[in-house]
């Protein structure tokens, strides 16, 4: 209880709520800031002046790079704005408002249309609250299933989606997800893929967001999405996302989107009534400074070496200070992404922990938000984000968590 | 019919579809590229750091700025990504799905609940291709009303709206309208914002995309429309909308909305799951580039400056071309925006004269765009948009424009 007293007065102000880049990350992307080239050399290589109109869904060399990042083939990308969120929110109203695109280039019916037959989405748990706020903006229900090492629980979601055609989609985030930081395996990935579904519009959105944050040298690979939908005789089934949010300026980066080209038209026919086109100068003035995949591996290791200390430092605290004692915690050990995740165990409350830590100082995200509705049945999965904080701050932080854990399971009275 | 021979084997290739600024007004803006001052200067006046995540609404900087540019208060302003077109689908979207902002803070019935009663929108002809394809993407019948020289024609509106509770909306382009050039009068704005309308959540979609686009000296003004509103006790009744496509960069610009405060809370409320926040780098680009409205309206001055030769020449050259034959034809003299208008009278097909002119190598706005669904029932209109080509090809595409009229009056079989 002194050191909770002595910690109190130290009066820590650390925000850990969201997975933001730290300060000396987004100063590796300088460069970009002090390239001029655009005032003079403004065209794209198709002789684009890209000061001007046009362009509905990015310049060419953007959907190369990107293809090579996603793994895909150009035919497969759009270049969108500044938010892969965004493409996910058009997605989604667009297959609420207008049906999803069918294979005889007519749509499905859309999803909001039979008010009866509610829409339900799968969310493997924990996961990433922004997803949530989206079907719950389009009020679509959300069927948690529980996210396992090699991905969501495909024994659960297999008979669901056989059965259930009100059953349209699931959101993934097959690598390095939020929070728990697993990586779906080639086996859940072909399954998912090849699934027979009720529902003929069943779709996944696939968010890629981590596709090249890796945290150490062993650099893993998920198997393309895309080309095992189109195998398994389900080309339209999957939406993939991402950005560059987290590579180059969250809010000032490129976003991106990759399909079957059945649902690049319908999305394209759509967007054209949205917009003339997305930002051209900030295209090129990436391609400009990413280059190629092999600088964009340089600038990734560099990201790396400042997180990688940050997520060693908060794990290796946490379990020293806790001990033998709390059997059932447990902290995860990302190979890549921005989070590490608490599952508490020992009867421990999230809530009571997370408010706990609040009165030391230090802001975490709330209890809840990994899953549907904020509601998590166990109160027992903590989500922390050890990217945007200094090193010397995350290993604090790591100790009130665990002094939290320590008050909670003594029931000490603070 | 030698002429026309002529002209044909000139083999003009000439592009006058949409309102693009030229390349010589691109270069105006060659200083927002120049700018290296981001590299170590990335703050905004309350300190976030404009390159991490953020910020839903704008930077307060940019509020003052274009508040004062639409002559509204910061509160009511709202800064989006770089597209007004975005913003106007976004709340057309939002009224659809989840109904338009009460006064009580929740909801009115979202447009597209009931099937059997179709939204209709209010389109003064002629007008602006791209609001048109909004209302079709979502389903809103459209009805034209015409267009006079003092706004919209209140006359076939006021009745409309008072008995018709489907007819929700109606499209303005304030200042400068696209394509005839017109300003609304004091008298006008105050009886759109005053008229009773069965609706309760009828809305007026303001697009003030000119407001300081002036082509001479003379710089008109038009009546803020949200205090009108609000002294005739509609306070929610108009979103405004523009953007600095035409100021700054077209795609790669800072859009902006303006609303009540009730509607601002309600569209930031569905923006908040559509997007962690718009682009602060390039909202900081603008504010030190643009500065204030001194700086602005010499930056205008300078696009104004370009543009009024082409507008000038285009006139001059039609109706010197034409003489005292053509009793019906009526060639627009606008005081600034984009766009010159040409009615035809005489029996003069627009349809055929934008063919007639395409076999020249000059592609103008197909006839019909004017109209909702494409249909100009009188054939009598041509949008001319003289800002993109240099002052020698605006004085050809005149000739040619002149030529095709003659031809088609004369019945010349070409």
Redesign the interface.
Known sequence: LEVWDSTIKKGLNLDMT?G??A?EQ?DL??PL??D?S??ED?RSEDNT???????LDGLSELKRFFAQYLDVTPDNVLIG???S??LM??TM?SL??FGAANSDGKNHVPW?KDDSKKVKFLCPVPGYD?HF??C???GIEMIPVPLKEDGPDLSIIKPLVATDATVKGIWCVPKYSNPTGIVYSADVIKELAAMPTAANDFRIFWDNAYQAHHLYDRKLTILDVLTECARAGNPDRVFIYGST?KIT????GIAVMASSPNNLKWFKK?L???????????QLRHIRFLKNMSNLEDLMNKHAAIMRPKFASFSNTVKAFLGPEFTGLFCSEPQGGYFINLTLGDNLSAQKIVSLANQCGLKLTPAGATHPYGKDPDDATIRIAPSMPVLADITKAARIVALCCVIAKRKLDV
Chains 1, 2 share one sequence.
Not at 249 to 252: R, S, T
Request: some cysteine.
């Open positions: 969201r933001k880049p300060s987004l992307i300088k800031l002090l001029t655009l005032a403004y002046d890209c000061r001007n109109y046009g362009n704005g500044n938010s969120l965004s929110h058009d109203a609420c408002l909001n922004r706020s989206l719950e903006k389009f949010s300026f969250p809010g000032a759509l054209f009534a949205q917009t003339i086109g997305p930002d051209k100068i900030n």
